[in-house]
């Protein structure tokens, strides 16, 4: 995987007109696509939150709307399920090498005075991920006792995830500094590298806050 995350930032760092450096924070509200080959009853879960963290290096190319981005990302993906008797829970951190490219939807005309402008970009990113940590905690208030479960000894956990997602930015800019902004994402995860019979995927609603500096 370091090789993937090495390419990206190679990528992002050539034939560059313009650059910046930006910082992204957030939430994904996701749900897991669970599934066992073996069962015909697929197994339900609900909705989980988690936090979401992206740093990376945006390029534009002279005379071109179009810009692009490689960037480094960390994103937590949880869920609960259950019954009765028992609750599961499911806590797990993966981290990820991203390339986006950008085009702007809707431009305002600049305010020369204070030289500030709106924009409202479509975005469109391809990420590469892989776990870091995870957890599966089942909870039983029959025997009232806690059970702990490592996820990077389940197959369906590990190995190489595959996210494309498509979204929308809105970026206020203040060309001396950089911009703030303010993203929404569907994002959608397949592992590539699981040979089992269950089988794993997030589905997942991102919604993010950015800060973007300008670079030489």
Do not use: R
Not at 167 to 193: E, H, I, P, R, T
């Amino acid at each position: 995987m370091k090789s993937i995350y090495i390419s990206f930032f190679l990528f992002c760092t050539t034939s560059v007109f313009s650059q910046e450096m930006y910082f992204l924070s957030g939430k994904n509200f996701t749900k897991f696509s669970f599934s066992d080959l073996s069962n015909s009853t697929p197994i339900q879960l609900q909705p989980g939150s988690g936090n979401y963290y992206e740093v990376g290096i945006a390029n534009s190319i002279e005379d071109q709307p179009f810009f692009y981005s490689g960037a480094i990302n960390l994103q937590e993906y949880n869920a609960i399920g259950g019954d009765a008797v028992s609750k599961y829970t499911w806590n797990s951190q993966y981290i990820g090498a991203k390339i986006s490219g950008y085009y702007p939807l809707l431009t305002s005309h600049c305010n020369c005075y204070n030289e500030t402008s709106w924009n409202v970009l479509v975005v469109a990113s391809l990420n590469a991920l892989t776990l870091l940590d995870g957890q599966q905690t089942i909870s039983s208030s029959y025997y009232n006792t806690n059970s702990y479960y490592d996820l990077n000894k389940n197959p369906e956990f590990t190995g190489l995830f595959l996210q494309p997602s498509v979204g929308l930015q809105v970026k206020y800019s203040m060309f001396s500094y950089g911009a703030v902004s303010l993203g929404y994402s569907y994002n959608k995860a397949f592992n590539l590298l699981n040979n089992t019979s269950e089988k794993l995927g997030f589905n997942s609603h991102q919604l993010q806050f950015g800060i973007h500096l300008n670079t030489p």
